[in-house]
């Protein structure tokens, strides 16, 4: 797979994490320099695990599935591209972002697994889309964790000094840029490249 294509699905599955550590951020809960490590830290790796988990499940029913998989490419990518620009037109609870709701810190505990988690979990569809389409998964998914443990950084600090302003509108993008890169793999594979 070629780099440009790897970092354009890295910033798209890197804006919930982004999307996460600004409204954290926001919220002052972050306790300083190893707060924010932490939650870089955590959010890449978890960004970095998931798609090699998708991988290997795709891989054993790769095989029964060549006929139609850049269908199915297709349409996890919309889908999960989808839910993330739905999520972004939705009305917020006053958390934005995911940080957490009982004020703690969220750098901290099962908070911050949770928010791993859940930031990567988008992931997962990736790696299995990867697999079908016959991607090696190293290289994606250490691109996919530098990136985001990079962009949660940044978003910790945008957080800290503009608030959640842009957290919806970097949401919104990157699962348009993963619809994008879906169609992209539909079109080449009925293109016949």
């Given amino acids: 797979m070629p780099l ?40 890449g790796l978890f960004q970095a695990l998931m798609p090699v988990a998708g991988w290997l499940a795709g891989r054993s029913i790769a095989p029964l ?23 972004s037109l939705r009305p917020r609870d006053g ?26 979990i988008d992931a997962l569809a990736v790696g299995l889309t990867l697999a079908l389409i016959g991607v090696a998964i190293w290289q994606p998914a250490a691109v996919i964790g530098l990136v985001t443990g990079v962009l949660s950084l940044a978003g910790l600090q945008l957080g800290r000094r503009f608030g959640v302003r842009f957290g919806r509108t970097t949401e919104a993008v990157g699962g348009a840029l993963l619809i994008a890169i879906g169609l992209r793999i539909l079109v080449s594979h009925l293109a016949g490249g």
């Avoid at 490419?73 to 999960?80: N, R, T």
């Fill in 4 to 43: 440009l294509d790897t970092l354009v699905i890295a910033l798209g599955l890197a804006m919930d994490a982004f999307a996460v550590a600004a409204g954290a951020g926001a919220g002052g809960r972050v306790a300083g320099r190893r707060g924010a490590f932490r939650i870089a830290f955590h959010f």
């Fill in 95 to 120: 958390h934005e972002g995911g940080a957490s709701p009982s004020g703690g810190d969220p750098s901290r505990g099962w908070t911050l697994v949770a928010l791993s988690v859940a930031t990567s």
């Fill in 65 to 87: 599935i060549r006929a139609f998989d850049h269908w199915i490419a297709m349409g996890l990518l919309g889908i999960v591209g989808g839910r993330m620009i739905a999520q």
